[in-house]
């Protein structure tokens, strides 16, 4: 008797086992909702994450691609995106390099004098000399432009040395950087219509994710 009652517990509790397994191998079905006045069907899953980054009160993400090296590209990605319906701007940042070394003479006090002198140096096959004619070297001659200190230094060594009272100056420069900046934040809703463009373009941009409020207010670019 008792090994019945033992052979029975064991059946049951074998078919219970195999009735657990079958439920847990079941998927259940996707659930989605529908809001009005949007052409797609949200899935729930990405309806609640939504909501949670907005109740959280986090910066929603935004697009930025660059840096592009010409303005015209700049105005092309912007125009792309617009056409879609996708809220962008160009943004131009400049940078700061490191600076040019003007070997020069002068300034003179005329116009009159700087291109007597500019003359001479012509002469002397110094063919790089140019009349500076604005700025705080208004009416010097230039008598070269150089990437290094060093260089700039050893020129003006060998025209002193032959008798030139020449000068030399640290000349700032800059260049533009031009950045797309993709306004619409890049969540689900947004975030397929802008891969489209990307990808109907095959040279796609550099692109990277930041707050969308950073760059809106200040115009912070990496």
């Known amino acids: 008797m008792k090994l019945y009652l033992i052979a029975l517990l064991s059946l049951n509790l074998l078919v219970f ?31 609640v994450a939504r909501h949670a980054v907005e109740q959280s009160g986090a ?18 990605w912007h125009r792309q995106f617009n056409w879609a319906g996708i809220a962008s701007e160009e943004v131009v ?18 116009q009159q004098q700087a291109m007597h002198h500019l003359r001479e140096f012509h002469a002397l096959n110094i063919v790089d000399s140019y009349l500076i004619s604005s700025g705080k070297l208004e009416n010097a001659i230039s008598l070269g432009l150089y990437e290094t200190i060093e260089l700039a230094k050893a020129r003006q060594e ?26 619409s934040p890049y969540h689900a809703e ?16 550099e692109t990277r994710q930041i707050f969308c409020k950073s760059v809106a207010s200040e115009k912070t670019l990496p």
């Open 93 to 110: 940042q400049q940078l700061a390099l490191s600076p040019a070394y003007m070997v020069y003479f002068g300034p003179l006090k005329s």
């Open 17 to 47: 086992a195999m009735q657990w397994v079958v439920q847990r191998s079941k998927v259940m079905p996707e659930q989605y909702i529908e809001r009005p006045g949007v052409n797609r069907l949200e899935f729930l899953k990405e309806y």
């Open 59 to 76: 910066p929603a993400q935004c697009l930025l691609l660059g840096p592009l090296p010409k303005k015209e590209l700049a105005t092309y």
């Open 158 to 183: 060998e025209l002193q040395r032959q008798g030139f009272a020449v000068q030399m100056d640290a000349m700032p420069r800059q260049k533009d950087e031009y950045w797309v900046y993709v306004s």
């Open 190 to 205: 947004n975030k397929e219509k802008i891969e489209r463009v990307m990808a109907a373009n095959p040279k796609r941009p």
